[in-house]
């Protein structure tokens, strides 16, 4: 069976601060994409990152990086001296190869105060 | 453009009513879907349609159906509405049934039924 688990289920830092969202899969397949979605208090979600099985590398874009992790089947999400504007629910999510929709993990809730 | 637009955005009406909501792509994808956000920001996915054909169809009560009529377009028909079908319905559209570029997603479809 495939899953996703966001353990954290509400985070609230101060601005400025850094911020880890963790997200932990299940998947028997050797293909695989991962992805983090952000859904703001507007409602919409809002794709953010993509990351195939095969490429472990860690991703930097501005403010947010990922770190990839196959031996503990994780895809962490860090925001580095978070704003305001960070605040939002965001989604991590699995598609397997032998899947044919995306399994969504129930969502951290950050909270970035001034 | 708007690439994926759900219609209405909101929707208040009251148990035992039937209701449609639509949605339309204009990316020219193969697969469309529709997923709801409960309470708890939990997604869960209902349905599935590659190019008109139903791919997936979850546990989801047969007072949902739905209907594509072309490719770029998902409807869903909700028959006698119940106080727990109050949710966010979320359409969206991939590429293909294999989302290994993740989901579009349209701006969502807030039900309250009263």
């Known amino acids: 069976a495939q899953k996703v688990t966001q353990a954290q289920t509400e985070i609230s830092v101060v601005e400025k601060e850094d911020v880890t969202l963790d997200c932990v899969y299940e998947?028997?397949?050797?293909?695989?994409?991962l992805f983090w979605y952000k859904q703001p208090p507007s409602g919409e979600l809002v794709f953010l990152i993509r990351?195939?099985?095969?490429?472990?590398q860690n991703e930097i874009s501005g403010r947010y990086s990922w770190n990839f992790q196959k031996s503990t089947s994780s895809f962490n999400f860090t925001i580095t001296a978070s704003q305001v504007v960070d605040s939002a629910v965001y989604f991590c999510a699995l598609n397997g190869g032998s899947q044919g929709n995306l399994i969504f993990g129930k969502g951290t809730k950050l909270s970035v105060k001034p | 453009d708007t690439a994926v637009s759900q219609t209405p955005k909101y929707l208040v009406t009251q148990m035992g009513n039937d209701k449609s909501i639509k949605c339309e792509q204009n990316l020219g994808h193969d697969t469309m879907y529709w997923y709801k956000q409960d309470s708890k920001k939990f997604l869960k996915i209902m349905f599935s349609?590659?190019?008109?054909?139903?791919?997936i169809n979850e546990t989801v009560p047969n007072r949902f159906s739905p209907k594509s009529p072309d490719k770029a377009h998902l409807n869903l028909h909700i028959n006698s509405l119940e106080l727990g079908d109050s949710a966010v319905y979320f359409c969206?559209?991939?590429?293909?049934?294999?989302?290994?570029?993740?989901?579009?997603f349209g701006s969502g479809t807030r039900l309250t039924v009263v």
């Open positions: 969206a559209s991939s590429l293909n049934s294999y989302p290994s570029y993740g989901y579009t």
């Open positions: 990351r195939n099985s095969f490429d472990e």
């Open positions: 349609y590659n190019n008109k054909e139903l791919i």
């Open positions: 998947t028997r397949d050797t293909t695989y994409y």
